[in-house]
C-alpha cells in the first residue's frame, strides 16, 4: 500500500516538481520575463490552492482509495492538454487544472499511511510517501530537458502525461481500503463542519501557518535555482538542471531523515525535528546568496544537498503533525486545509522573487528575504503541540 501510495505521489508530481528544468526553453518560446515565468511555474499551486480544502473533504467522505486513482488519471489529462498549449495562457489554465487533480494526492495518500500505519513508524511512512515528490524533481529535472531536446518541451510533457496515467492504472489495481478505521469521536464534526472546530485549535493553526513560510523556501529554490546557476554563474543548462536534481535528491533524503529522526530520537514527537528545518533553510539561502561567480563547483552542490533536505524535505514530517493532531477521522479535511493554506506561499512566492529578481537586477536581495522569512517562522514553534500519545 506504501508502495502504491508512494508511485502515484511521484507520477503526478513528475511535471509539477521538473517544469524548471524547461525554464529556458519555455521563456525562448514566447519572450517571457522571470517574474512571467514564475506565474507559469506557480500555476500547478493554484490548481492546488482552489481545491485542496474540497479535495481532503471528499477524501473524508468517500475513502481515500477513488481518489488516489482519480487523481493522476486526471493530471494526466491536464498535463496532455498543457503539451498541446499554443500560447502562455492555455498552458497556465491546463497547469491549473493538473494542479486541481493533483491536491487530491496529497489527502487520500496522507491518509492512507495514518490508517495503515501505526505512530511509532508513521512519521518514517509518511516521509517515504513524500519522498515522490522530490523523487520525481531528481527524475524529472535532468530527464525532461533530454526528452525536450529529442522531442521538444511538448513532447516532454506527453511523455509525463503517459507516465501519470500509468501509476492511475497501477493504484486501481492495487491499493486497497485498510482492515479497520477509527470511528470519529462523538463530539468531533467531520468533513467542512469540522473546519470552524480546527480553525479554534490554536496548535493545530500554527502548525498551518508554519506551511506556507516553509513552503517559500521549496517554491523559491525549485523555479530559480537552475536559471540562477546559469545566469549568475554561466554554468550550461544540462549542468546547472543537475544541481536541480542535486537539490531534489536532499529533500528526497530529508523527507527519509527528518520522519526517521522524529519516530527514532525524539519518540515520535514532529515538533523538534520541524524546528531545525527553518534555520537549515535560512542558513543554505544565506549562502546561495552569498555565492562568488567562480565558486566551487562542490559547494554548490553541498548547498544544493542540504537545502534541498530542508525546504523540499519538511512536507512528509509536515503532513503527518497535522495529521496527528486532527485525528484519523478528519485527516483529510486538515490535510486539505492546510495544503490550502501552504500552497497560497507556493502561488505567491515564485513570481515575488522574480519580480525582487528583475527590480534588483541581482538574485541575492531576494536570497537573504527568503532566509528572514524562514528565521521569522521560529516565532510560530511556542504555540504548537504534539499530539496526544496513543
Known amino acids: 500500500m506504501l508502495g502504491v501510495a508512494l508511485a502515484v505521489q511521484l507520477g503526478s508530481s513528475a511535471v509539477h516538481q521538473g517544469l524548471p528544468a524547461l525554464a529556458p526553453l519555455i521563456q525562448a518560446e514566447w519572450s517571457l520575463s522571470r517574474a ?25 467522505r468517500v475513502g481515500e482509495r477513488p481518489l488516489i486513482v482519480a487523481g493522476p488519471l486526471g493530471v494526466a489529462g491536464a498535463t496532455l492538454l498543457a503539451a498541446l498549449s499554443p500560447a502562455p495562457q492555455p498552458l497556465w489554465l491546463s497547469l491549473v487544472l493538473a494542479g486541481c487533480f493533483l491536491s ?53 510533457l506527453g511523455t509525463m502525461a503517459v507516465l501519470s496515467a500509468t501509476v492511475a492504472a497501477v493504484a486501481w489495481l492495487l491499493y486497497r481500503d485498510p482492515p479497520s478505521r477509527e470511528a470519529a469521536p462523538a463530539h468531533h464534526r467531520t468533513g467542512l463542519r469540522a473546519v470552524p472546530e480546527m480553525t479554534r485549535d490554536r496548535s493545530l493553526m500554527a502548525t498551518t501557518a508554519l506551511g506556507p513560510i516553509l513552503v517559500a523556501g521549496q517554491w523559491t529554490l525549485l523555479p530559480y535555482l537552475g536559471l540562477y546557476l546559469y545566469e549568475r554563474l554561466g554554468w550550461p543548462l544540462e549542468v546547472a538542471a543537475g544541481y536541480l536534481a542535486l537539490a531534489q535528491a536532499g529533500g528526497f533524503v530529508g523527507r527519509i531523515g527528518w520522519g526517521a529522526v522524529s519516530d527514532l530520537l525524539w ?124
Open 36 to 60: 512571467e515565468f514564475g506565474v507559469l511555474a506557480g500555476a500547478y499551486n493554484v490548481g492546488m490552492l482552489l481545491t485542496s480544502l474540497a479535495a481532503g473533504q471528499l477524501v473524508d
Open 104 to 156: 487530491t494526492c496529497g489527502p487520500s495518500g496522507g491518509k492512507a499511511v495514518l490508517l495503515w500505519f501505526p505512530r511509532h513508524i508513521r512519521g518514517l511512512a509518511m516521509g517515504l510517501r513524500q519522498t515522490g515528490v522530490p523523487l520525481a524533481g531528481v527524475i524529472a529535472a535532468p530527464t525532461l530537458p533530454l526528452l525536450a531536446a529529442a522531442l521538444g518541451w511538448r513532447g516532454a
Open 267 to 390: 519518540h515520535g514527537r514532529r515538533k523538534p525535528a520541524l524546528a531545525l528545518v527553518c534555520p537549515v533553510g535560512a542558513g543554505c539561502a544565506v549562502a546561495l546568496a552569498t555565492l562568488p561567480v567562480d565558486a566551487p563547483a562542490v559547494l554548490v552542490g553541498l548547498v544544493a544537498v542540504v537545502m534541498g533536505a530542508a525546504v523540499i524535505g519538511w512536507n512528509g514530517l509536515f503532513g503527518a503533525y497535522v495529521a496527528e493532531q486532527a485525528g484519523a477521522h478528519r485527516a483529510g479535511t486538515a490535510l486539505g486545509l492546510a495544503t490550502t493554506v501552504v500552497f497560497l506561499g507556493a502561488v505567491v512566492c515564485p513570481p515575488l522573487f522574480g519580480w525582487i529578481v528583475d527590480r534588483a537586477g541581482s538574485y541575492q536581495p531576494a536570497w537573504l528575504l527568503l532566509a528572514g522569512l524562514l528565521v521569522a517562522g521560529l516565532g510560530l514553534f511556542p504555540f504548537m503541540r504534539e499530539a496526544p500519545r496513543s
